[in-house]
């Protein structure tokens, strides 16, 4: 099935710094979404980004999936901002289900 | 405007009870998923469904494990004679269609702890 990495695995930062997370994919996809789990666990919906680039205030996306990546990027950090980010993607052979990444923990220190 | 609807939000099981965990779609959402996260891990699929039919079920363990979307009420998730390895956050998720044009919109997950 189709593989999804996400790098770094871990990223700490200061408030005000900015960050890239990347995702890489190893098949073609037709869907991909961008998570933030919080730290309650509650996973929020950023971005449904199959390709191209969307932007929402501080934080953006682009998938290229031509060549099977999306990255995240995170401007001017909060301390919010603090969680896990995953990226999931739908496999173009056919099945319905995300499959996720293993996620990138952001930590953001005031 | 509500989200998807998970209940109870934790549930604490004796080893060999019986694990019920309800989810309620978006409103206009006919598609439901069903997703488990291990401590420290990422989601991972385990059945997808739409009213009264499992569409998708590879993800799910072959004993034990069970789904349901009735034509009335919420999807259910079974889980008979629980092990501490059930242990997890249960997360569904409901989308408009099974098609890719739509996106997933996840629920808050229960947390099952199993003693």
């Known amino acids: 099935g189709i593989q999804v990495e996400q790098s770094p695995p871990d990223l700490i930062l200061q408030e005000g710094a900015n960050s890239t997370l990347r995702c890489n994919f190893s098949d073609s996809v037709n869907n991909l979404q961008w998570f933030h789990q919080n730290p309650w666990g509650q996973l929020i919906n950023l971005f449904y980004i199959p390709s191209g680039t969307k932007q929402n205030g501080r934080l953006s996306a682009t998938t290229v999936a031509t060549e099977r990546y999306s990255l995240l990027y995170i401007s001017s950090s909060q301390t919010t901002d603090s969680g896990v980010y995953f990226c999931?993607?739908?496999?173009?052979?056919?099945?319905?289900?995300?499959?996720f990444g293993k996620g990138t923990k952001l930590t953001v220190n005031p | 405007n509500a989200g998807v609807m998970q209940n109870p939000r934790h549930l604490v099981r004796r080893r060999g009870q019986e694990a019920r965990l309800r989810c309620s779609p978006m409103?206009?959402?006919?598609?439901v998923y069903w997703y488990r996260q291990l401590p420290e891990e990422g989601l991972k699929f385990m059945v997808y469904l739409q009213k009264e039919n499992i569409i998708d079920e590879s993800g799910m363990p072959k004993e034990r494990f069970s789904a349901e979307f009735p034509k009335e009420g919420p999807s259910i998730l079974r889980i008979q004679q629980v092990v501490r390895g059930d242990s997890a956050a249960y997360f569904c998720?409901?989308?408009?269609?099974?098609?890719?044009?739509?996106?997933?919109?996840f629920g808050p997950g229960t947390r099952l702890t199993v003693t």
């Open positions: 409103k206009g959402h006919s598609h």
């Open positions: 999931a993607v739908k496999s173009a052979g056919g099945s319905e289900k995300l499959v």
């Open positions: 998720a409901s989308s408009r269609t099974g098609t890719v044009l739509y996106e997933q919109y």
